[in-house]
């Protein structure tokens, strides 16, 4: 059986577009999780497009966030100072 080609270019784009908005609105909430998955998709796009401006604006994003968590929030467990506690890095970074 012939594995399927996948979504075009245009739908992948729109996609990515609406997965980084979906990370904006669930991070506002203070809904990391959610957020940190968003934004994680939205890197397989990008990947997926080959499009380097994408994963450095995910990348910045990643950035960013993990700043404001560590700062604001360093009880929440993919902090940088509570995945430390464990042995190992939060899921926000590279």
């Not at 995910?58 to 940088?80: C, F, G, K, N, R």
Request: with cysteine.
């Amino acid at each position: 059986m012939d594995k399927p080609s996948g979504m075009d270019d245009s739908s992948l784009r729109k996609l990515y577009s609406n997965l980084i908005q979906i990370n904006q609105e669930t991070f506002a909430g203070a809904e990391y999780d959610v957020a940190y998955h968003a934004l994680s998709a939205a890197a397989h796009c990008a990947a997926s497009l080959k499009e380097i401006k994408y994963l450095s604006q995910v990348e910045q994003l990643a950035v960013q966030q993990l700043a404001w968590i560590d700062a604001h929030d360093p009880e929440y467990e993919h902090s940088t100072q509570s995945a430390s506690k464990r042995g190992h890095v939060s899921v926000y970074s590279k």
